[in-house]
């Protein structure tokens, strides 16, 4: 089974910091099957990206995911105060199964 | 708009029965394959369950042969019957509906907990 292994696994940033997270997986995985997910305390995860670098509708062009292979990226050019959250890569094994991350938490610096 | 909301979590005993409900809007789910997904207090999230068209089906081995994932058509309902649980299925229960290889819109989420 493919594990997705996301770090840091805290990222303390102030707004208007640069954010840049991490998803690696054990074996290389398609593009088309990864995502990453939003999750603020309380709430439901919500689609960020999709395809690895496609951006869910309704998502701000700040947000950019990039990456092949086994190394993925999401980054965040300029954290605003609505962006401090836990996030979550995703990927689709043809079983099929869901896998995610572990999570990185990003909190205010 | 679309909507997911469910219902049925609760406080049941280990071993013990509970049916979740995740009523849709704004879509049918038999036109759609549909997920349930958990999280633990304090933890990452884990895929539960899938269900196909055709009524194709799908487990973690987590729950295999104790969780039935279907849906009633007819209420536009997707439903997660966990039988024999255990303490370590005390989470949040998502569903969560599949857009190809990722999940585009899901439900707050309903609580279960089990414990004596």
């Known amino acids: 089974d493919i594990v997705l292994t996301q770090s840091p696994g805290t990222l303390s940033l102030s707004p208007g910091e640069r954010a840049t997270l991490s998803c690696r997986a054990s074996?290389?995985?398609?593009?088309?099957?990864l995502a990453w997910y939003q999750q603020k305390p309380g709430q439901a995860p919500r689609l960020l990206i999709y395809g690895a670098s496609s951006r869910a509708t309704g998502i701000p062009d700040r947000f950019s995911g990039s990456g092949s292979g086994t190394d993925f990226t999401l980054t965040i050019t300029r954290l605003e105060p609505e962006d401090f959250a836990v996030y979550y890569c995703q990927q689709y094994g043809y079983s099929p199964t869901w896998t995610f991350g572990q999570g990185t938490k990003v909190e205010v610096k | 708009e679309v909507q997911l909301v469910e219902s049925g979590g609760g406080l049941i005993q280990p071993g013990g029965s509970l049916r979740l409900s995740c009523a849709a809007s704004?879509?049918?789910?038999?036109?759609?394959?549909m997920n349930w997904v958990r999280q633990a207090p304090g933890k990452g999230l884990e895929w539960v369950s899938a269900i196909y068209g055709g009524e194709s089906t799908y487990y973690a081995d987590s729950v295999k042969g104790r969780f039935t994932i279907s849906r009633d058509t007819s209420k536009n309902t997707l439903y997660l019957q966990m039988n024999n649980v255990r303490a370590d299925d005390t989470a949040v229960y998502y569903c969560a509906r599949i857009s190809g290889s990722y999940l585009d819109r899901w439900g707050q989420g309903t609580l279960v907990t089990v414990s004596s």
């Open positions: 704004g879509f049918t789910v038999s036109s759609k394959y």
């Open positions: 074996q290389s995985i398609s593009s088309s099957y």
